[in-house]
């Protein structure tokens, strides 16, 4: 298994400010993965953090609005840009081991608040 | 597009009830299947994975799943739940050729009363 943390666990932020959230994991694995869970609804996958190179986007996210960084196996940030309320939601970092058929394991998330 | 359905978005039963959520995916290819859950407050855990072989697997507290090829189901079991099982449950499916991506459902919620 791999234990992962996210600072900050919530934060209140204005409207056109950004928010960067760390994920770190205490094991190097494979791959990171960064969600978007709105509240009482499922999570929506933003991107796969790749090391060393871009993150791989999903439809309907751009780099522009939320910009990646991993710099190493066990660690990668996520910034939310230009924050409006509709980005208000819960933003989970999670991770997968070699070999883990699409076994990932989750952090506690960070709920993000924009007035 | 590749989906992943629960069709039971709020159940309610009481304790000792058995329980019963469905999860159907949209693929006929290879899959693997995940049932993930949420306890109010805390974060996701894995409760139960199928990959291959029995299709009857069993998870953690009790839960178990059945992959139904045929039917592109993989239902998630409990003969006798407990107050502690109130969370929200989402069933995540792994789509081969897509590179470790989850696919989760829009999760149901179970409320368990004493």
């Known amino acids: 298994s791999a234990v992962i943390s996210q600072k900050p666990s919530r934060d209140i932020c204005q409207r056109g400010t950004s928010l960067t959230i760390q994920c770190q994991v205490d094991?190097?694995?494979?791959?990171m993965f960064w969600y978007r869970q709105q509240p009482g609804q499922s999570l929506t996958l933003i991107a796969t953090?790749?090391?060393?190179?871009?993150?791989?986007?999903e439809s309907g996210f751009v780099i522009d609005k939320f910009p990646i960084s991993r710099p190493n196996l066990t660690f990668s940030t996520l910034t939310v840009s230009n924050l409006s309320p509709e980005d208000s939601s819960i933003y989970l970092c999670s991770a997968e081991k070699a070999g883990g058929r699409g076994e990932q394991f989750f952090g506690p998330g960070t709920r993000l608040t924009v007035l | 597009a590749q989906s992943v359905s629960q069709h039971n978005h709020h159940v309610i039963l009481s304790e000792a009830a058995s329980l019963e959520l469905g999860c159907n995916y949209s693929y006929g290819g290879t899959v693997n299947l995940f049932w993930y859950v949420q306890y109010p407050g805390q974060h996701l855990q894995l409760l139960l994975k199928?990959?291959?072989?029995?299709?009857l697997v069993k998870g953690i507290k009790g839960f178990e799943a059945e992959f139904i090829k045929s039917k592109f189901s993989f239902n998630l079991r409990k003969p006798s739940v407990q107050w502690s099982d109130t969370a929200e449950y989402f069933c995540a499916v792994r789509f081969t050729g897509t590179a470790s991506k989850l696919t989760f459902g829009t999760g149901t919620r179970l409320q368990v009363t004493l």
């Open positions: 094991s190097q694995v494979t791959m």
């Open positions: 953090a790749n090391q060393g190179s871009e993150a791989t986007y």
């Open positions: 199928y990959f291959s072989g029995d299709p």
